[in-house]
C-alpha cells in the first residue's frame, strides 16, 4: 500500500500564475478531502469528494479555488490566479467509508506564493 | 452542534515521564473519536480510534485514550515518553452522518526534554 501520494511536495511561484496540486488516494477509498494547514487556522476542510462527486465545497475560500476528481485514483486542486495569501501546506486525505472510519493523509503540498 | 477543545497547545515532558494530553468534545450523537500525530513535514497519521466499543482504547507508540461519556474527554496518554514522541497532536470528533462533520482540535505540541 503506498499510501496517499500527492505532488509536488513544494511549490514556489509568483502572485497572479496558476497553481495545480495533485493527490492520488488509496486504491479502495471512497472519500477524498482536500484541506489546507496554516499557523494561524490549523487545518481547514476545503473539499471532499464521495466517489468521485463532489459532495462539500463550502469550504473553498473564493471562486479562485477549485476541484476536480476525474477518476478515483486522481483528484487536483488548482488555484488561478494565486495569492500571498494561499501560502500554506495543502493535504489530500482519503478514507473508506467517511466519517466512521480514519483519514489517511498525503504528506503535503507546501506552497508559496510570492 | 460537535466542537472538540484541546486543553493545552504545548506540553512539555521530560523523556521517561507520562505524558497527558487532554481532549475535550461536544456531539448531539454518539461520535467517533481519533487521536492524529503529526511530525515535521509529515502528513497526520492516526494514532488510535474510538467507536463505541471498548472505552480503553490503545493505539501506536504505546499510546492509549480512554472515552469518559460523563467528563466528554478522550485523553491521550503515555506511560514513559520518548525522543522520538515529540510531534504536534488533533484530537478529532466525528459524526458517522456526515463525512464533513469531521472536527479537529487546534493542536497540542509535544516537547520532550532530554
Known amino acids: 500500500d503506498a499510501g496517499v501520494i500527492q505532488s509536488p511536495r513544494h511549490e514556489v511561484t509568483e502572485m497572479g500564475q496558476e497553481v495545480t496540486l495533485r493527490c492520488k488516494p488509496i486504491?479502495?477509498?471512497?472519500?477524498l478531502f482536500w484541506y489546507r494547514q496554516t499557523m494561524m487556522r490549523g487545518l481547514e476542510l476545503l473539499i471532499y469528494f464521495n466517489n468521485n462527486v463532489p459532495i462539500d465545497d463550502s469550504g473553498m475560500p473564493e471562486d479562485r479555488f477549485s476541484a476536480k476528481m476525474p477518476n478515483a485514483s486522481f483528484s487536483t486542486l488548482k488555484i488561478q490566479p494565486s495569492e500571498p495569501r494561499d501560502s500554506a501546506v495543502y493535504f489530500c486525505?482519503?478514507?473508506?467509508?467517511?466519517?466512521?472510519?480514519?483519514?489517511?493523509f498525503g504528506n503535503g503540498t507546501r506552497l508559496t506564493v510570492t | 452542534a460537535q466542537s472538540v477543545t484541546q486543553l493545552d497547545s504545548h506540553v512539555s515532558v521530560s523523556e521517561g515521564t507520562p505524558v497527558l494530553l487532554r481532549c475535550n468534545y461536544s456531539?448531539?450523537?454518539?461520535?467517533?473519536l481519533f487521536w492524529y500525530v503529526q511530525h515535521p513535514n509529515k502528513g497526520l497519521q492516526l494514532l488510535l480510534k474510538?467507536?463505541?466499543?471498548?472505552?480503553l482504547v490503545k493505539g501506536i507508540n504505546g499510546f492509549e485514550a480512554e472515552f469518559k461519556k460523563s467528563e466528554t474527554s478522550f485523553h491521550l496518554t503515555k506511560p514513559s515518553a520518548h525522543m522520538s514522541d515529540a510531534a504536534e497532536y488533533f484530537c478529532v470528533v466525528s459524526e458517522w452522518s456526515s463525512a464533513s462533520k469531521i472536527i479537529f482540535g487546534s493542536g497540542t505540541r509535544l516537547s520532550i526534554r532530554p
Open positions: 456531539s448531539s450523537y454518539s461520535p467517533s
Open positions: 486504491s479502495g477509498h471512497d472519500y
Open positions: 486525505a482519503s478514507s473508506r467509508t467517511g466519517a466512521n472510519s480514519p483519514l489517511h
Open positions: 474510538y467507536t463505541s466499543a471498548a472505552t
